[in-house]
């Protein structure tokens, strides 16, 4: 089944504790991204990559990381999480062409930061 | 600067009813334009996806329009039940860098 996994699906953790939450897709998609999203605020973009080894800053990049080694991965790490960080975070993907493909989402990662 | 708008923000209609949800753009220099449902605590399911030279898509009892030069876009949706109930979002992929940017939302009821 084509689909974007993400796990944990639900953190608590505290102030400076460093986290991991791991995106994973099987569609062999070369565009991947993070967004969180707030309440009013709607959905940000974090970090964007195009393909492997190039990745870019989104809209709120601060206090966030990506890397993107293989393909198929792209982790979003919190090298210090802060109670602001709190959120729900969606990593998704899509082809990548000249006229745009559909991008497919992840189930979501529900992050509190105590 | 790109930016979407839904309007409106909250919608909430009788069973039955056909309703329209808009969404409008600032920047006309998009690759296409996707609408998503969200369910309460939940992920986002793609609804449809225009292209940039497409008018309209349809699937099922769900009709999206793109008017790219006046940067509008609507969904229309017919025969409404309760389980189309949720939050509905469009975003466009602008040109200059892949990236898709957000409308809001409208959150929308259907009352049985």
């Known amino acids: 089944e084509a689909q974007v996994t993400q796990n944990p699906r639900y953190l608590i953790t505290v102030t400076g504790k460093k986290l991991t939450v791991t995106c994973s897709q099987n569609?062999?998609?070369?565009?991947m991204s993070w967004y969180r999203q707030d309440p009013g605020l709607g959905l940000r973009q974090i970090y964007y990559s195009m393909n492997v080894e190039v990745t870019d800053k989104g809209d709120v990049p601060e206090g966030y990381k990506v890397s993107r080694k293989e393909k198929r991965n792209f982790p979003l790490i919190l090298e210090s999480p802060s109670p602001n960080q709190t959120s729900l975070y969606f990593c998704?993907?899509?082809?990548?062409?000249?006229?745009?493909?559909?991008?497919?989402f992840g189930p979501g990662t529900r992050l509190t930061v105590l | 600067k790109q930016e979407v708008t839904q309007i409106p923000a909250a919608l909430s209609v009788p069973e039955g009813e056909n309703l329209v949800l808009n969404c409008s753009f600032t920047d006309s220099a998009i690759y296409n334009l996707q609408w998503f449902r969200q369910d309460p605590g939940k992920g986002l399911t793609s609804l449809l996806l225009i292209q940039s030279s497409q008018r309209e898509q349809t699937s099922g009892r769900l009709n999206a329009s793109l008017d790219k030069s006046s940067g509008r876009s609507t969904l229309y949706i017919a025969a409404s039940q309760p389980g189309d109930s949720a939050t509905y979002l469009c975003?466009?992929?602008?040109?200059?860098?892949?990236?898709?940017?957000w409308g809001a939302g409208t959150k929308l009821i259907i009352k049985p």
């Open positions: 569609m062999n998609h070369e565009y």
């Open positions: 975003a466009v992929r602008i040109e200059s860098n892949y990236q898709l940017i």
């Open positions: 998704a993907s899509s082809l990548l062409s000249v006229g745009g493909n559909e991008q497919f």
